[in-house]
């Protein structure tokens, strides 16, 4: 990877690893990259228009969503979209509750984000996000 991090999270869309965010030495990352396995190469893509990590991140219908996370403002709502088609971020509707270091998981059209964390508090919620 080009970058190297931690706290990231990543997605598989059309055989291809897109990795999103990430912390190292002391430093929310705004990078995105996708590695391509069948030629084993990475690529760089426009960057997130938000540094973080902890996110979680989802595929539907065809666009990646990056979800929640840590900054240095605290634990965030923000919800990114990524379009792999055109290579451009657009922003989503937020979550309703600010959330780091969750999962997620896609059902129908549907995205629900489970568990994860804001400061000193520890969830057990489910946060259903519909695009």
């Known amino acids: 990877m ?3 991090r931690e ?3 990543s997605v ?4 291809k690893f897109y990795v999103f965010g990430g912390y190292i030495s ?3 990352l705004d990078s995105s990259e996708v590695y391509d396995p069948k030629k084993d190469k990475w690529e760089k893509l ?7 990590c902890g996110i979680v991140c989802a595929e539907l219908d065809g666009r990646i969503y ?9 634990y965030l709502r923000t919800v990114e979209i990524y379009n792999p088609k055109t290579k451009k971020w657009t922003t989503g509707e937020p979550l309703l509750i600010p959330t780091g270091y969750a999962t ?4 129908g059209n549907k995205i629900y984000v ?5 400061s000193n508090t520890t969830y057990n919620t489910v946060q259903i996000y519909q695009p």
């Not at 598989?12 to 055989?15: G, L, S, T, V």
């Not at 997620?104 to 059902?107: D, K, L, N």
């Not at 489970?114 to 804001?118: F, K, T, V, W």
Request: with cysteine.
């Open 12 to 15: 598989n869309y059309n055989d």
């Open 7 to 9: 706290y990231v999270n």
């Open 46 to 52: 426009p960057s997130m228009p938000t540094s973080r």
């Open 66 to 74: 990056v979800i929640g996370g840590e900054s240095s403002l605290g």
């Open 104 to 107: 997620c998981e896609v059902v």
């Open 114 to 118: 489970i568990d994860g964390r804001n």
């Open 2 to 4: 080009p970058t190297s």
């Open 26 to 28: 002391g430093r929310y």
